[in-house]
Nanobody, 121 residues
Framework: QVQLVESGGGLVQPGGSLRLSCAASGGIFSIYTMYWYRQAPGKQRELVAAITGGGTTNYADSVKGRFTISRDNARNTVYLQMNSLKPEDTAVYYC???????????????WGQGTQVTVSS
């Protein structure tokens, strides 16, 4: 059973930084694209950033230039470095990964439990 565990959330002041991490564990043959989503109270969950197995990245316009997604394939871990944080970045942040659990199996996406990020003075 594949599990994704996020860490690194917390309370920071506007203009501050946080680094989120998400480690995948369990029976994993290969991890392909990994994602960070976020959801603020009363709002839809939105895609923040994505990174492919080859290292190609994509960002939401609202975070481009401030956030950086990266991954460590040896540790099955994806990171989100968040700089110049704004109050509107406040949300629960979730990681997601496209995973193949068997040599000849299909791709399946898995979600982490979420970690709270609060930006407030």
């Amino acid at each position: 059973q594949v599990q994704l565990v996020e860490s690194g959330g917390g309370l920071v002041q506007p203009g501050g930084s946080l680094r989120l991490s998400c480690a995948a564990s369990g029976g994993i043959f290969s991890i392909y694209t990994m994602y960070w989503y976020r959801q603020a109270p009363g709002k839809q969950r939105e895609l923040v950033a994505a990174i492919t197995g080859g290292g190609t990245t994509n960002y939401a316009d609202s975070v481009k230039g401030r956030f950086t997604i990266s991954r460590d394939n040896a540790r099955n871990t994806v990171y989100l470095q968040m700089n110049s944080l704004k109050p509107e970045d406040t949300a629960v942040y979730y990681c997601n990964a496209d995973v193949r659990v068997d040599y000849d199996g299909a791709l399946t996406d898995y979600w982490g439990q979420g970690t709270q990020v609060t930006v407030s003075s």
